[in-house]
Structures are given as C-alpha cells and as structure tokens.
C-alpha cells in the first residue's frame, strides 16, 4: 500500500513561500551589489598612469642611435601595452638617467618620479 505522502507532496504554509521569496530577493539584492562593487572596482582602475623610468650606470653607448635606455623603454611600453585591458596606459614623460650610478636616490629623473606620484602624476601601483 502507497502512502498519502508519496502520492501527494505536502504543500507549503503561505508564510514559508513568502520566506523563500524574501530569500531570493535578499539574494538577488545580494548578487547586485556584489555587481555593482565589481563595477566600481573596474572604474576605480580603468585608467593607470603609468611611468617608465630607465637607468645606465655609465654613459659607454648612449650616443648610439638606439641605447640601452631605448631598449629598457621598448620592453616597458610593451608590457603596459600587454596589461591594456587592465587600464594600464604609458605616460608620455621620460624618466631618463643616462649615467648615473644605482647606488643612491641622488638621481634627477628619480626624484622627478617621485615628486610627480607624490602629485598623483603617476599611478602608484595597486592596494595592498
């Protein structure tokens, strides 16, 4: 013999369907904003100023046609080229210091960097 309850599934009280429908608003309501943050998030990065700074320590082959500074360049702005779809963009101002030594700051083209992130010129890489 078959039981009723095989037969004929229970129905549900009229309070638990509006709690299921509360349930899927809330999680719709949930899934929109977690969109719209996603959003917000890809409008926060979807432009990065991005600086290229290049360094020779000795002046041997800057008179070259195409330098190690033009090199040091090339592979930079390819590679922001490569991150495109991040928002990242290579500013137009060089950062060049032909000759001048790694082993302090006492760099011009550094400190203009520097000066130029601390006035928000340049981007200064993501949150951590």
Not at 12 to 20: D, G, K, L, N
Not at 48 to 59: F, G, H, M
Not at 79 to 98: A, F, N, T, V
Request: proline share 4%.
């Amino acid at each position: 013999m078959t039981d009723r309850r095989d037969r004929f599934p229970a129905r549900q009280s009229p309070s638990a369907s509006r709690r299921e429908e509360g349930g899927a608003r809330g999680n719709r309501e949930s899934q929109q904003s977690a969109a719209a943050i996603a959003v917000a998030q890809s409008l926060h990065r979807s432009r990065v100023r991005c600086a290229i700074y290049t360094r020779k320590s000795s002046e041997e082959g800057l008179e070259q046609e195409f330098n190690s500074l033009d090199a040091q360049r090339e592979a930079c702005e390819a590679y922001i080229r490569s991150q495109k779809h991040e928002g990242w963009q290579s500013l137009r101002q060089l950062y060049d210091d032909p000759g001048f030594s790694g082993g302090n700051i006492e760099r011009p083209a550094l400190r203009r960097l520097l000066a130029d992130i601390v006035a928000r010129k340049v981007d200064d890489g993501p949150e951590l």
